[in-house]
């Protein structure tokens, strides 16, 4: 577990590549649910509403992402690396779902915690244009500004299928 927890790691620093994580059946069962919790778990500590509403949308953005890469692999011709794309996206999601909800933390009543918020929001985008970067033969870049796209679609899905889910909470 450690093993796989630094393989992951190394992904998030920028110093591996998707094609040496685990991506058995178990392993990425258990990453989609490390994943979907840790999101979960971020929305309880911002106070937000149902923990099943967001559970849902947790999981249908994964899935609504996950389906938007496999189909931009299968495009370029590499859909047979949508097994390690799949596992580096999901491991790298579970690290940076949990430090999101540090950095949450820390940046509360800070002056500085909206560069801090936006540094980690970049890192997280770069993290993901890294992977396909390396999965898709493409730039960083253009691997960020499409797991941007994804995550601008994937949240428009989630809105019209949850409408009530990002509504303010009174207390």
Known sequence: MIK????FWNLCIFRSSPAQVPS???????????????????????GAG????????SFT?????????????HLRGFAARFRK????????????NALSMIVV???????????????????RFAVIGFILKH????????????AFACLIFASLVVIAL????????SS
């Open 4 to 7: 796989a927890f630094a393989q």
């Open 24 to 46: 058995d059946n178990n392993a990425l069962v258990v990453l989609l649910l490390i994943t979907v919790g840790f999101s979960v778990l971020e929305a309880l500590v911002l």
């Open 50 to 57: 149902s923990v099943w509403i967001f559970f849902a949308a």
């Open 61 to 73: 953005t994964t899935v609504v992402v996950l389906a938007i890469i496999f189909f931009a692999l």
């Open 85 to 96: 794309t799949l596992a580096a996206y999901l491991g790298t999601l579970a690290i940076t």
């Open 105 to 123: 933390w820390l940046s509360t009543n800070n002056e500085v915690s909206g560069f801090l918020i936006a540094g980690f929001v970049i890192w």
């Open 135 to 146: 999965s898709m033969e493409i730039s960083i870049i253009a691997g960020a500004l499409i």
């Open 162 to 169: 949850f409408p009530g889910a990002f509504a303010p909470v």
